[in-house]
């Protein structure tokens, strides 16, 4: 058993226990602090998105204000997309791949200083696959920080 987060040397770090949790948070709590407090939720479900922007506001981070531009090119990668300003929300089926442009689409927005993403890895994926596909996305936009609340599953530990 484990002592610690299970951190890999990429920005995604994976929890398997509510110590090893408080442990990762410990670590974040020394990262870099995101440029700003203009955040924009990502999520295969609309109401996660407005329980995140509750969540935000309590956290006294603004929700991101995205341009049209942004919002017309999510829509074009995705049709099926509910998109509210800095709401974004997909089908839990949408494939990793169009979910990584429309999470890079997000991170082009010059409003856009950090994404918490609350997404489950669609069927056929695993979560360290929906890992790697946030890694990417982070590795192409490093002046934006995205935070990622994924459930691993019972007895997960990838």
């Known amino acids: 058993m484990d002592s610690g987060p299970a951190c890999r040397p990429d920005p995604v770090c994976g929890a398997g226990t509510l110590n090893e949790l408080s442990d990762a948070a410990d670590l974040l709590t020394c990262q870099p602090q995101p440029s700003g407090r203009r955040t924009a939720v990502f999520a295969t479900s609309p109401a996660a998105c407005r329980d995140a922007a509750a969540a935000l506001e309590e956290a006294d981070l603004l929700l991101a204000d995205v341009t049209q531009h942004t919002e017309l090119r999510t829509r074009l990668v995705m049709p099926e997309v509910w998109h509210t300003g800095g709401l974004i929300s997909v089908p839990c089926n949408t494939d990793l791949s169009q979910m990584g ?44 920080t995205i935070i990622s609340a994924t459930s691993l599953g019972r007895g997960s530990n990838t």
């Open 101 to 144: 442009t429309a999470l890079s689409t997000l991170a082009d927005d010059p409003g856009v200083d950090a994404i918490v993403t609350l997404i489950e890895p669609p069927p056929g994926h695993t979560a360290a696959s929906l890992a790697t596909m946030l890694n990417g996305v982070s590795a192409d936009h490093p002046d934006v």
